[in-house]
């Protein structure tokens, strides 16, 4: 997939288009005119958090974290489908933060990094470590086809209406035993219940961060115990209210979500069109630094 600052640059037979509705370089309609028909995705994007499109860029010039989650919002609220936001790797963890604190969970959204000097990756934890959060599609390299292009790689999911399919599976933790003894839990995105298995019988004290505490009572007979984990948290602590009788095992439980097949079309004001592979490389017009962030004064997004 590519994008550039001027739709005349771009070669033709891309899997995806992307362009500004906004900025120094409003290129979507124009894009629309040469490529609508062709097959390909057609991504719009916002530089400014005023305008609607697909996809936010927030970087120095254009739109801030800050602003990132009153566009979701209202882009949530006039029909979209999963808004995308990019920003820097080295930005991520803020950009979710502020969006988790305005009660904007990650199903809803798609993020969209840009990290060079790395390779070709996605980035997250698993990949360049810069982010704590497993991203969409990631900006990676400058020079695609050994030209002034970006490139990036995204999920054969990025264009779906729905969220994909989590596979992530969580392997069983065994608490801490004894009386008192405190076991700190990580809570990973996406998690919607605590799932809490004793060997025999066990009373546990459990503590969300920012909650009050909650005293569980288990026991082999009764079986496995879940809690719901609460909006926006990720961290709790599990305390041993009594010795109790054998091992306590702990398993976050994700959602398991259906990952919609094929292609689909956007809902809002830009066009985008059915056909071709899923799977894709993005490229655009932008510049950034190999600590994945933008830098200013360049070329493409990195100047407004």
Request: a positive charge.
């Amino acid at each position: 997939m590519y994008d550039a600052i001027h739709v005349s640059a771009l070669p033709g037979g891309a899997d995806a288009y992307a362009g500004y509705v906004d900025g120094k370089w409003p290129t979507f309609a124009a894009l629309k005119r040469r490529f609508q028909g062709s097959g390909a995705h057609l991504l719009s994007i916002a530089v400014f958090a005023s305008g609607n499109a697909n996809c936010l860029d927030i970087e120095k010039g254009d739109a801030t974290i800050a602003q990132a989650p009153g566009w979701v919002k209202r882009q949530l609220a006039a029909g979209a489908r999963r808004p995308c936001l990019y920003t820097s790797a080295g930005n991520m963890d803020a950009l979710v933060k502020a969006l988790n604190t305005a009660g904007i969970t990650r199903t809803e959204i798609r993020l969209w990094s840009a990290h060079y000097g790395q390779g070709k990756h996605i980035c997250g934890p698993h990949t360049c470590g810069q982010t704590r959060h497993s991203c969409d599609g990631t900006q990676w390299t400058d020079s695609a086809l050994g030209r002034s292009l970006d490139e990036s790689v995204l999920l054969s999911s990025f264009f779906s209406l729905s969220a994909p399919a989590n596979h992530l599976r969580e392997e069983s933790v065994l608490l801490k035993t004894g009386a008192g003894a405190v076991t700190p839990v990580a809570i990973p995105q996406g998690a919607t219940h605590l799932r809490l298995l004793a060997q025999d019988t066990a009373t546990l004290g459990l503590h969300f961060h920012g909650h009050a505490a909650t005293t569980v009572d288990l026991s082999w007979a009764a079986g496995s115990h879940r809690v719901t984990v609460p909006s926006g948290i990720f961290a709790a602590l599990v305390q041993g209210v009594d010795a109790g009788h054998g091992d306590v095992a702990l398993v976050c439980e994700l959602a398991a979500r259906a990952a919609s097949g094929g292609r689909h079309a956007e809902p809002g004001p830009p066009v985008i069109l059915p056909g071709g592979p899923a799977a894709c490389a993005f490229r655009s017009g932008r510049t950034c630094s190999g600590s994945g962030r933008p830098v200013p004064g360049r070329r493409g997004r990195c100047r407004r």
